[in-house]
Structures are given as structure tokens and as C-alpha cells.
């Protein structure tokens, strides 16, 4: 059965830091890659997927993310955060072929400081 | 705009009653979802369907029963409610299967007295 980790449940940083958000996730077969974002008391919105081809992804609002098959690994990185980034973000991951499904990963709370 | 309806935004139901949570989506999408969202365990796939007239058991799907009559509507039905449903419900769709991704509704927050 396929499983999603976030390894970090709570990520502080100051505004205009780095930051990477973790995730792996255990397969046998391949699969599709995703991390959401909800912002509070909001549905999830999609920030960017891996499907196949070049292992690095870019997404909406600067966030960037690397497939690493061997690591089993999805981080989510952004070179310089703002405020408005503060959210939850979730990892998810569906197998290619068993219908797409998302299994969610626990969800890591970024919070930006000033 | 296109996208997710979700009714009601928020609810307190008494336990034991029984309480259908409404979706209904433009988007002619073929895939719908029911998930809740708990403090910890992020999104748990209750049921889904994978086109009109079909449906399928995610991974907590005890307590909850769905239909889906037509490409639109996904109500999802708890039958007799109980504290440990209390919960963040959300609808999903999905164009197809695979690696389309979701979009969501803006969710609906239950809780069961």
C-alpha cells in the first residue's frame, strides 16, 4: 500500500528565508507526485504536480519542488518566503495505475514570521 | 466561477441524526470525492466515484454512504451521526483518473454533539 510522510508537522521561518517542506512516500510502482496548499478556513489548491519527465517542478507563488526516485522524495522548497505564504501544505500521492486516488500526507504548518 | 459547491459551510448536529452534506460541481468532471480533514491526520478518502453511477469505498468509509444519480452531484449521507464523525468534510473532482489532481470545495465543518 502506498503511504505519504511529511516529516515536519509545524516549520517556523522569518520572512524572506528559505524553506523546504518534506515528504516521502512509500511505493512499489509509479506514481504522480503533489503538494496542495490550504490557507485558512479554505478548500486545498493545487501548487504543483510531477508526472513524469524533468525531476524538478515549478509551481504557482514560486515554489519549486524535486522528485527523487531513489529517496523516495518530493521536498517542496521556495528560496524566499513571504508572510502571505503562512498555510498548511500537503503532499500527495496516487498510483498510476489504480485510478488516481490521492492518499494525503499529515500536513505541515508553515508559519512566517516578520 | 466555476468549480465546487459545498452545503452547508458549517453544522452542529445532534448525535443520531442523520445528516446529508451536498457537492455539486460545473466543472463536467467524471471523478468526485468525499474526504475528511482531522487535526494530524490530513485528508482521508471516504468514498468515491469514479464516473455517474458508480461508487467505490475509500479508507474510512464506515458511518457514510454516497450516490451519484448524474456528473454533478456527490451528496455525501451520514445515517445516524456520531461525536467521532465531527469533522472538516471535503468534495473533490478530478477531469479523469490519474495525474490531473483535484480541485476542491471550500469544505464543510461538522460537529456532532
Known amino acids: 500500500a502506498q503511504s505519504v510522510t511529511q516529516l515536519d508537522s509545524q516549520v517556523p521561518v522569518f520572512e524572506e528565508a528559505p524553506v523546504e517542506l518534506r515528504c516521502n512516500y512509500s511505493s512499489s510502482v509509479s506514481v504522480y507526485l503533489f503538494w496542495y496548499v490550504q490557507y485558512p478556513n479554505q478548500g486545498l489548491q493545487l501548487l504543483l504536480k510531477?508526472?513524469?519527465?524533468?525531476?524538478l517542478v515549478k509551481g504557482i507563488n514560486g515554489f519549486e519542488a524535486e522528485f527523487n526516485k531513489s529517496q523516495t522524495s518530493f521536498h517542496l522548497r521556495k528560496p524566499s518566503v513571504h508572510i502571505s505564504d503562512t498555510a498548511e501544505y500537503f503532499c500527495?500521492?496516487?498510483?498510476?495505475?489504480?485510478?488516481?486516488?490521492?492518499?494525503f500526507g499529515q500536513g505541515t504548518e508553515l508559519s512566517v514570521k516578520p | 466561477i466555476a468549480g465546487i459547491t459545498q452545503a452547508p459551510t458549517s453544522q452542529i448536529l445532534a448525535a443520531g441524526r442523520r445528516m446529508t452534506l451536498r457537492c455539486t460541481q460545473d466543472m463536467r468532471h467524471n471523478a468526485m470525492y468525499w474526504y475528511r480533514q482531522d487535526l494530524g491526520l490530513g485528508l482521508r478518502l471516504i468514498h468515491y466515484?469514479?464516473?455517474?453511477?458508480?461508487?467505490g469505498k475509500g479508507e474510512v468509509p464506515d458511518g457514510y454512504s454516497v450516490s451519484r444519480a448524474n456528473t454533478d452531484d456527490f451528496p455525501l449521507t451520514l445515517a445516524s451521526a456520531v461525536p467521532s464523525q465531527t469533522s472538516v468534510y471535503f468534495c473533490?473532482?478530478?477531469?479523469?483518473?490519474?495525474?490531473?489532481?483535484?480541485?476542491f470545495g471550500s469544505g464543510t465543518r461538522l460537529t456532532v454533539v
Open positions: 510531477y508526472l513524469s519527465g524533468s525531476t
Open positions: 500527495a500521492v496516487s498510483v498510476r495505475a489504480q485510478g488516481g486516488k490521492l492518499i
Open positions: 473533490a473532482s478530478s477531469e479523469g483518473q490519474g495525474g490531473y489532481g483535484y480541485t
Open positions: 466515484s469514479n464516473t455517474a453511477g458508480t461508487t
